[in-house]
C-alpha cells in the first residue's frame, strides 16, 4: 500500500470487484427487459390469439428472468457491502494511527476521520451505487423504444435531455446548501465536544451561555443550511416528478396516435411506458446521487489531508535494545503558526542510566522539550538520539516500550490500576505490574486503594484523586523494559511523603541503569539527580553535576550565565565554577 494515498490504493486494489458489478449490470438490464417485452407479447399476441399456452411460456420465461434478475442485484449488493466491509478493515488501524498523530498538533480533529471513513463505507454499500453502476445501461432501454418506434425514441431522448438539464441547472443549489451543512455540522459537533471535554469549569463558573455560543453559532447554521437544502431538493424532486409524469402521458397519448394511425402496436404503449421510466431513471436520481456523492468526496479529501501529518519515517526498524544512552543534538523547535522559537539549540548528552532533572521558569520550554524526548513533538532541526539512533529511526511499537512518558496533565484509561500500568497490555504478568509500581514506590500506597491493583478507576481515572493518578501514571512508566523515563513535573500532586517516595524512585531507576529527566519547579525532588539541566527562554543555560547548578542557582551574582548558541553546553557548564 503506498504511503502517500492508501484510500486510493485500497480502491484501486477493489477494481475487479467494480469491474465485476459494472458488467452485473448489464446482465440484469438486460433481464430487466424481459417485463415490457412480455407485457407487449401479451396484449399483441395472447390476447389477439387467445393463446393460453404462449400466455403460460411468456410468463415462465418471464419469471426465470425475473428470478435471475433478483439473484445478480443481491449479489451485486453483496459484493458492494463486502467491499465496505473490506475498505473498514484495511483501513480503520491506518487512519486511526494518522487521526492520533494528528491530534498531537491539532486535539479538535477528534473521530473525525472515521465518522468520514463510515461516509466513504456508507457510499460504497447504499443503493446510490447500484444506480450509478446502472446508469450507463440504461442505453440498453433507449435501444429498445428506438427499435419499437423512432417518435417515441425521440420523444424520450427529449425528456431525457430536459430532465438532464433541470438536474444541471438545480443541483448545485442543493448541493451548495448540503455540503455546507454537513461542514457546518462538523464544526459544531468540534464545538459541543470542546464544552463537554471542560464541563466541570462550565458548570462550576456558569459559563453554558459563553463556551456553547460558538456550538449554537454552528449549529444555527447547520439546520439553515440544511432547511435550505432541504427545502430546494423539495422543489426540485417535485419539478422533476412532475416533468416525468408529464412525459408519460405524452408518451401514451403519442402511443395511442401512433396505434390508431397504424404505426405501432397496441403492446407497444405499454412497453414504451415502462421502458422510458427505467431509461429516465438515472436522470431521476441524479440529483440524490449527486449530494451524497459531494459529501463522499469530501470526506475522501479530508481522509486524503491526513497523510502529510504522518510524521513516522518509512525506514523505522527494530534496533538492538539500547542501553539508554541520550543525545540531544543541537534540538530547536518551532512553533508553526507564531515562528516563535520555543526551543533553541539545545545540545546535551546523557549517558546511559543518569538521572537528570530540567528546571526553569514558567513557559521557559521545559514540558515542549519533554515532548520532543519522547517523540511526541517533531524538532524543527536537529535531533535526539537514543543509543545514537534518531528517534524517528526506531520502530514506533519498540520505541514506545522503551520510554516511559508522565505528561504534565495526567491522562489515565477507564479500567483497572493494574490495567493502566501494564500499558493496556491483555494478558500481562501480574509480577511485572508489581515490579513498575515497586520501582516508582508506590506499590504500598496501591495497597491501601479500595480494591488494590484491581481497583477501577473509572472513566479516565475519575474516581481517583490527582495524586492518586499521578501517582498510577509514574507507575505506568517503569513497566517492562522501558531504557528512558521522561517525567513532567511527577510532583505537581504529591504530599511530602509522596515527593520522598519518588526520590527513592529516582535511586531506583539509577540502580537498574534506566535514564530519568525530571522536570521540576521544586528542587527538593532532584536531590538525587546526576546533573540539572537549567533551562531559560527555551535555551540551556547551564548543564551540569547537580551541585554545581543548585550551588550557582542559589548564587543570584552567578545565577545564570549566558552561553553561546550551539555550543555543547556540557563542556561550558561544566567549565563555569
Ligand atoms: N504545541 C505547541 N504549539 C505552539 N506553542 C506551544 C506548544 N507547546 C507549547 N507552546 C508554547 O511554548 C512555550 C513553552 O511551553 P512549555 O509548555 O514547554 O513550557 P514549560 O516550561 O513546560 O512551562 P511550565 O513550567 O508552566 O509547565 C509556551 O509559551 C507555550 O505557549
Ligand atoms: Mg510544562
Given amino acids: 500500500m503506498s504511503d502517500k494515498d492508501p484510500i486510493r490504493a485500497a480502491l484501486d486494489e477493489c ?26 407479447q401479451v396484449l399483441d399476441r395472447v390476447l389477439s390469439s387467445g393463446s393460453l399456452d404462449t400466455l403460460l411460456m411468456l410468463t415462465i420465461i418471464v419469471g426465470v428472468s425475473l428470478l435471475f434478475m433478483g439473484l445478480l442485484q443481491g449479489l451485486r449488493a453483496l459484493v458492494f457491502s463486502h467491499i465496505g466491509r473490506w475498505l473498514n478493515d484495511k483501513l480503520s488501524s491506518d487512519i486511526v494511527h494518522k487521526t492520533l498523530n494528528l491530534a498531537l498538533y491539532k486535539p479538535s480533529i477528534g473521530s473525525q476521520p472515521l465518522r468520514d471513513l463510515a461516509t466513504i463505507r456508507g457510499f460504497v454499500t447504499s443503493p446510490a451505487l447500484g ?14 423504444i428506438f427499435m419499437i418506434n423512432l417518435w417515441l425514441g425521440l420523444t424520450v431522448v427529449l425528456g431525457a435531455v430536459l430532465m438532464l438539464a433541470l438536474a444541471l441547472v438545480t443541483e448545485k443549489l442543493p448541493a451548495k446548501h448540503s455540503s455546507l451543512a454537513n461542514d457546518e455540522q462538523i464544526k459544531s459537533m468540534q464545538a459541543m465536544d470542546a464544552v463537554i471535554r471542560n464541563a466541570e469549569v462550565v458548570k462550576a463558573m456558569g459559563l453554558l451561555e459563553q463556551a456553547s455560543r460558538r456550538w449554537r453559532v454552528h449549529n444555527r447554521q447547520w439546520l439553515e443550511h440544511a432547511f435550505s437544502a432541504t427545502n430546494l431538493q423539495t422543489v426540485v424532486s417535485h419539478a422533476t416528478r412532475t416533468l416525468r409524469m408529464g412525459l408519460q402521458v405524452l408518451l401514451t397519448g403519442q402511443g395511442a396516435w401512433l396505434v390508431i394511425s397504424g404505426g405501432m402496436s397496441s403492446g407497444g404503449i405499454i412497453a414504451v411506458s415502462i421502458l422510458s421510466g427505467k431509461a429516465l431513471a438515472p436522470f431521476d436520481a441524479a440529483v440524490t446521487i449527486y449530494q451524497t456523492w459531494i459529501n463522499t468526496q469530501k470526506a475522501y479529501k479530508r ?16 534496533l538492538p535494545e539500547p542501553r539508554g544512552e541520550i543525545a540531544i543534538e543541537k534540538l530547536t523547535f518551532q512553533d508553526k503558526q507564531s515562528s516563535r522559537w520555543i526551543v533553541r539549540g539545545v545540545n546535551i548528552r546523557i549517558e546511559a542510566g543518569e538521572a537528570v532533572g530540567i528546571i526553569g521558569p514558567s513557559g521557559t520550554g521545559k514540558t515542549t522539550l519533554a515532548r520532543l524526548l519522547v517523540g511526541v513533538a517533531q524538532p524543527t532541526s536537529g535531533s535526539v538520539r537514543l543509543d545514537g539512533a534518531a528517534l524517528d529511526q526506531w520502530d514506533p511499537d519498540q520505541l514506545g516500550r522503551l520510554i516511559g512518558y508522565l505528561p504534565q496533565g495526567v491522562e489515565l484509561f477507564s479500567g483497572t490500576v493494574a490495567e493502566n500500568i501494564a500499558r493496556l497490555e491483555a494478558e500481562a504478568d501480574p509480577q511485572m505490574i508489581v515490579a513498575a509500581a515497586q520501582m516508582a514506590e508506590v506499590h504500598d500506597y496501591i495497597l491501601q486503594l479500595p480494591n488494590g491493583y484491581q481497583t477501577d478507576i473509572g472513566l479516565n481515572g475519575a474516581l481517583l484523586s490527582a495524586g492518586q493518578k499521578q501517582r498510577v501514571a509514574l507507575a505506568r512508566c517503569f513497566f517492562g523494559g522501558v531504557r528512558l523515563v521522561v517525567l513532567d513535573e511527577p510532583n505537581a500532586h504529591l504530599d511530602a511523603e509522596g515527593e520522598l517516595a519518588f526520590v527513592k524512585c529516582i535511586m531506583n531507576a539509577k540502580e537498574r541503569g534506566i535514564t530519568t529527566i525530571t522536570i521540576a519547579h521544586r528542587p527538593s525532588v532532584l536531590q538525587k539527580v546526576d546533573k540539572i539541566l537549567v533551562l531559560q527562554g527555551g535555551e540551556a543555560k547551564m548543564f551540569g553535576p547537580a551541585v554545581e547548578v543548585l550551588d550557582k542557582m542559589t548564587r543570584p551574582e552567578q545565577n545564570v550565565r549566558p552561553i553561546r548558541k550551539h555550543q555543547d553546553t556540557e563542556l561550558e557548564a561544566n567549565s563555569v565554577n
Avoid: C, H, K
Fill in 15 to 40: 477494481r475487479p470487484l467494480f469491474m465485476a458489478a459494472f458488467w452485473f449490470g448489464l446482465f440484469i438490464n438486460a433481464l430487466m427487459l424481459a417485463v415490457p417485452i412480455y407485457s407487449m
Fill in 131 to 144: 444506480s450509478l453502476f446502472d446508469a450507463p445501461w440504461a442505453i440498453i432501454y433507449f435501444i429498445v
Fill in 303 to 318: 481522509l486524503q489531508e491526513l497523510n502529510p501529518a504522518s510524521t513516522e519515517a518509512n525506514r523505522t526498524m527494530v
